[in-house]
């Protein structure tokens, strides 16, 4: 049980990384450090991460 809150935890903290990511892209005027499509890719990809996350761990939870 203990892998199964650790892996929804992460699924849960990517999500919301990702799309904190996602909206401060919008909101953040490029400084020259970041670029706003580096932060949206890497929401994204966060986002995406922690829907697998969480994807997985339905289906292992279904399954037992």
């Known amino acids: ?3 199964f809150t650790f892996q929804l935890t992460m699924a849960v903290l ?5 799309i904190v990511l996602i ?4 909101w953040v005027s490029p400084t ?5 499509s580096v932060l ?3 929401g994204e990809i966060s986002t995406f ?3 697998l996350f969480g ?3 339905t289906y292992k939870v279904r399954r037992k």
Do not use: H, P, T
Not at 14 to 18: D, E, I, K, Q, R
Not at 23 to 26: D, I, V
Not at 32 to 36: S, T
């Open 1 to 3: 049980m203990r892998g």
């Open 14 to 18: 990517l999500c919301v990384a990702g």
């Open 23 to 26: 909206f401060s892209g919008f």
């Open 32 to 36: 020259g450090e970041i670029d706003n």
């Open 40 to 42: 949206i890719a890497f």
């Open 49 to 51: 991460a922690g829907a």
């Open 55 to 57: 994807v997985d761990y």
